[in-house]
């Protein structure tokens, strides 16, 4: 088992920004994917970022690209998101997920584990 605790959520103004955080805990020596995914109400979950834990390789959605950048710290199993010239519409509860399947992180059934979630209000 593998538990994800997420923070740095909150409200902040459009064009600005916020880092999330996201700590790793348990069995977390076969993580392959670390991921961020964001569900806005109304709305089903999608991806947001995610980075190969090995190699640190990213991937992003194409709307956040050049905004968000995803990182890692292996020695102390934390996953970050850095959100800059946040806008309204990414306005949702942003998820934190690891996986162990050996494949392409850039979809919520690769992921295993999940965190709780944490609160992103941009406002207009």
């Known amino acids: 088992q593998v538990q994800l605790v997420e923070a740095g959520g909150g409200v902040v103004q459009a064009g600005g920004s916020l880092r999330l955080s996201c700590a790793a805990s348990?069995?977390?020596?076969?993580?392959?994917?670390m991921g961020w995914f964001r569900q806005a109400p109304g709305k089903e979950r999608e991806f947001v970022s995610s980075?190969?834990?090995?190699?640190?390789?990213?991937y992003y959605k194409d709307s956040v690209k050049g905004r968000f950048t995803i990182s890692r710290d292996i020695a102390k199993n934390m996953v970050y998101l850095q959100m800059n010239t946040l806008k309204p519409e990414d306005t949702a509860v942003y998820y934190c997920?690891?996986?162990?399947?050996?494949?392409?992180?850039?979809?919520?059934?690769?992921?295993?584990?999940w965190g709780q979630g944490t609160q992103v209000t941009v406002s207009s």
């Open positions: 997920a690891a996986g162990s399947r050996v494949t392409m992180g850039v979809s919520a059934p690769v992921y295993d584990y």
């Open positions: 348990g069995r977390t020596f076969n993580i392959y994917n």
């Open positions: 980075i190969r834990w090995s190699t640190g390789s990213p």
